[in-house]
């Protein structure tokens, strides 16, 4: 058996072993707002339950390892003392995942995200609508555990008020483990459905994803994809051009054929197809395809 000593280990690598060997680990989606009632949406996993009466939350943003910089979300919660916690369901983990990309100060991550603002009824931060329960949240105490870079913060929460989707209940009124369908982290990319085992995502890109804003309405509209499908597109770090579309429907002769047949329900079928292969720049140019025809 490999004995380790923390304090040998480089932080990065200390960072590696302690994900990949405690979890999994459920996820706080946290939606702040700061001092100018700016919203801010951010995924944590080092995140659970430790008390019932009263019911308390905690969760931990940590400095970064690599700058010991420290995030809106901490920031936002030393300033008002408020949190909305949402939990992550299968439904929605590309797109929470897409939102802990780190856009600069004052971007909205709902937006980047596609996900929706819902109003909460005692604390400023907005719910996540899509989240199957959301808790509206005081913060009673932050507790700093360290100064340099992967130090977490406790931030120790009181739920005010839960809100539970009725879907996910079943016939006596209790949350039915199989409907809420909760995800959970482990190391890497690796993620755990708590109904069906390991899957992976992929982080969003240390550069950053277009977001679901950039995504044309019909796109986003199309009953063909889903939230996962429009986080996972918009997690590309930039739209392929008009002449890589060109190339690509000159040598894709199942794209000419959807394309001659002004089949939009198709086209964007085929471009899922791609996507379900992860090949995202792929799905892109299936869908940019049509719009540079008609520009012609």
């Known amino acids: 058996m490999k004995s380790i000593i923390p304090g040998d280990l480089s932080v990065p690598k200390l960072h590696g072993y302690l994900q990949a060997s405690v979890g999994p680990r459920p996820i706080a989606f946290a939606s702040t707002v700061d001092e100018n009632g700016s919203p801010n949406l951010s995924p944590f996993s080092f995140f659970n339950l430790f008390s019932t009466n009263p019911p308390i939350l905690i969760f931990s943003p940590s400095r970064r390892v690599r700058d010991n910089s420290i995030k809106h979300t901490l920031i936002n919660v030393q300033q008002t003392r408020e949190v909305v916690i949402n939990v992550v369901n299968f439904d929605m983990v590309q797109q929470a995942s897409l939102s802990s990309t780190e856009y600069p100060d004052g971007v909205n991550e709902f937006v980047k995200s596609g996900l929706t603002q819902l109003e909460s009824d005692l604390v400023k931060p907005f719910r996540v609508a899509e989240s199957p329960v959301q808790f509206e949240c005081k913060v009673n105490e932050i507790v700093a555990l360290g100064t340099e870079g992967g130090a977490g913060n406790l931030v120790i929460c009181e739920v005010l008020k839960m809100h539970i989707s009725e879907e996910i209940l079943d016939a006596n009124g209790d949350i ?63 739209l392929p051009t008009p002449e890589e579309v060109a190339i690509f429907v000159k040598e894709d002769f199942e794209v000419k054929g959807v394309l001659s047949a002004d089949d939009q329900i198709r086209q964007h079928q085929l471009a899922k197809e791609y996507i379900i292969k992860n090949d995202l720049l792929s799905a892109w140019k299936v869908l940019l395809a049509d719009r540079l025809i008609h520009k012609q």
């Open 176 to 238: 039915d483990q199989h409907k809420i369908d909760l995800v959970s982290r482990l190391g890497n990319n690796w993620y755990s459905r708590s109904i069906d085992g390991l899957f992976e995502v992929p982080k969003p890109l240390t550069t950053l994803g277009v977001g679901v804003d950039s995504i044309p309405e019909d796109i986003k509209k199309s009953p063909v994809f889903t939230g996962n499908d429009l986080g996972m597109l918009g997690n590309v770090e930039a």
